[in-house]
């Protein structure tokens, strides 16, 4: 749907610069843009690399099995619906991991995971389980402790303090995940009645 939208948006610009006899500047915009954004990606691709080489380098040697062990009681409240030992818990905990550190490059991978395993014990495969919505909501509200990928944007445009919004990316996260979470409780009790 968004491709569609873009799409429209691109055919309005072209017709509208050819009816004003403005192709030279579309042409002008259409290569600097191109430009920019290869700029952009050489500029954040070394801290996107370093982050989710860490990631890897956690998964690899058990950090991130530690991170779930230690989230566990937490997940378990908030899947009740899912066992202890079920491996989806272990993809969710790398994903918050991943999120917490505003990676979220490296954080999709774990998402797809879970959710492949969340979709293996669903009985209706057509619809989502109770704990996928919650994941969905966990994962598209999560808290943010480090913004990564923000700072290192800010860092690529000249920012003089690029990590001055970890403040307030914490509190935005926060409440984000607050309604989230409440939400989905709210509805969750409500389908149960």
């Known amino acids: 749907m968004v491709s569609v939208i873009f799409g429209i948006f691109i ?66 409240k908030l899947f009740p619906s899912l066992k202890k030992e079920d491996p989806a818990l272990t993809f969710i905990a790398s994903n918050i991991a991943a999120n917490a550190l505003g990676l979220g490059s490296a954080a999709t991978p774990f998402g797809l995971k879970a959710m492949a395993s969340l979709q293996e014990n669903n009985p209706k495969k057509d619809e989502a389980t109770e704990a996928m919505v919650t994941f969905l909501v966990l994962n598209t509200a999560g808290v943010t402790i480090i913004p990564t990928t923000v700072i290192a944007l800010r860092m690529s445009y000249g920012s003089a303090n690029p990590a001055e919004i ?8 926060f409440c ?3 309604a989230g979470f409440l939400l989905d409780y709210i509805l969750r009790k409500r389908k149960r009645r």
């Not at 042409?27 to 801290?47: C, D, K, R, T, Y």
């Not at 890897?56 to 058990?62: F, N, Q, R």
């Not at 970890?166 to 996260?173: D, E, G, I, Y």
């Open 176 to 178: 984000s995940s607050f």
């Open 11 to 76: 055919v309005i610009g072209v017709v509208f610069s050819i009816c004003t006899g403005r192709v030279e500047v579309l042409n002008n915009q259409i290569l600097q843009g191109a430009s920019e954004g290869i700029q952009l990606l050489f500029s954040m691709l070394p801290v996107l690399v370093l982050w989710t080489g860490v990631m890897k380098i956690a998964e690899e040697s058990g950090m991130l099995k530690q991170f779930a062990k230690f989230v566990q009681p937490f997940l378990c």
């Open 166 to 173: 970890v403040l307030t990316s914490l509190l935005a996260t």
